[in-house]
């Protein structure tokens, strides 16, 4: 028996086998996330990203196939309904969907009367339309013509519709370094009407999990970022990983990064609420609202003061909400 044991082999498999019961262990009784119910991290001034039916034209609907779906975003009692859901939660930011870019460059039209009539039920949110699209496909920052395009069409809207309170940017991929990009942003800058804001859906630091250069960017080019902008609502899922605790510490490593990196421009870290079927970059039963916000409060935690540059949490999505996790939002994150 002696001989046995003493086989290289066996000692390898030993080893191993070792190796695995320590990793179970340190996997059992490690606790990176925390669960913090007094509300502390909420500040009132959350944010959401809404469909694109609150604010779109008739086209959009017929285009589409949603000719059905008039209804519920034309009824203005529902309308106010929903503004009171978002006031409940502490919401103020409220990013309506107004993608994809044409290819010329024109943001996509808005029924004019509905979004009075939303922004009249809106008094006292913040509502910053949210526009863009794919890179290459219907965003071309390198072109002239098309940025002139972008930046007067926001201009547009935003005089046509003055209770706008700015512009929120999102493309997808925007890989770290491009500055097609930047001059982009330096221009809507020079455009936009005293008072509005430049906000960008804005990628989280390079990650293990997820090695995909077009949806991380690095320290340098996040902090140039945050000089262009007025707010960065920090996109903080999509990372491929399959296990919770391995989730919520990246949550704390990129919240303390983040807040770090964006050099007291104000920031909103986005949590996930929504379920994509199928990918390998989501994993709903991983990336939700209680593993988000676990690691969120871990990271935090780390503060003895909160960075002034903390604004709150921005949930994706406002169609997959349901009442479980508004109820989750509610014992586990909002101020009592």
């Known amino acids: 028996m002696r001989k046995i044991i003493k086989h290289p082999f066996c000692l390898t498999i030993l080893g191993i086998a070792f190796f695995v019961v320590l990793f179970f262990l340190f996997y059992v ?19 959401i990203w809404i469909q694109h039916g609150w604010l779109g034209d008739a086209e959009w609907f017929v285009r589409n196939q949603k000719q059905d779906r008039i209804p519920f975003f034309r009824d203005s009692t529902h309308i106010q309904e929903f503004a009171s859901q978002f006031h409940k939660h502490h919401i103020t930011d409220i990013f309506p969907h107004l993608c994809p870019t044409l290819k010329n460059g024109r943001i996509p039209s808005v029924d004019h009367k509905q979004t009075e009539l939303f922004l009249e039920k809106f008094e006292g949110f913040r509502v910053i339309p949210w526009v863009g699209g794919v890179l290459n496909k219907h965003i071309f920052p390198g072109d002239p013509k098309w940025r002139k395009n972008f930046r007067e069409s926001i201009l547009d809207l935003l005089r046509t519709h003055q209770k706008f309170q700015g512009v929120h940017i999102n493309i997808e991929p925007w890989p770290s370094g491009n500055q097609d990009i930047v001059t982009l942003l330096e221009e809507v800058r020079k455009i936009l009407p005293k008072g509005k804001i430049i906000s960008v859906a804005a990628f989280p630091p390079p990650t293990f999990w997820q090695p995909t250069k077009g949806t ?121």
């Open 216 to 336: 991380h960017w690095d320290e340098a080019y996040f902090r140039e970022i945050a000089k262009h902008v007025d707010q960065m609502v920090v996109m903080m899922y999509d990372t491929s990983i399959n296990y919770r605790k391995f989730y919520q510490h990246l949550m704390a490593s990129w919240t303390k990064e983040v807040l770090g990196w964006t050099q007291g421009t104000a920031a909103l870290l986005g949590v996930p609420s929504y379920s994509d079927e199928g990918v390998v970059y989501h994993n709903p039963d991983v990336e939700n609202l209680s593993n988000s916000l676990r690691g969120i409060y871990a990271g935090l935690s780390r503060y003895k003061k909160i960075p002034s540059n903390y604004q709150g949490i921005a949930l994706y999505c406002e169609w997959e909400m349901d009442e479980p996790e508004w109820q989750y939002l509610r014992k586990h994150f909002l101020k009592p």
């Open 29 to 47: 009784l490690w606790t990176p996330g925390a669960d913090i119910k007094d509300g502390r991290y909420d500040l009132h001034h959350n944010g």
